[in-house]
């Protein structure tokens, strides 16, 4: 059952990664990923 689960993370995806990233980020700098990053890893922390 474990095994069953673990390889179902590892599914093959579908669509274009990089397109995808392109589109969703293309009006934000470096920075401003970096903050929006840390925001959403330290609230999981909290």
């Known amino acids: 059952m474990n ?3 673990f390889l179902n993370q ?3 995806g579908y ?3 990089t397109e995808e990233r ?4 293309k009006d ?3 920075d401003e990923i ?3 990053v840390r925001k959403v890893r330290d609230k ?3």
């Open 10 to 12: 590892f599914t093959t």
């Open 44 to 46: 999981g922390n909290a």
């Open 15 to 17: 669509g274009n990664y």
């Open 22 to 25: 392109e589109v969703l980020f």
């Open 34 to 36: 970096v903050v929006a």
């Open 28 to 30: 934000l700098t470096l």
């Open 3 to 5: 095994t069953v689960r």
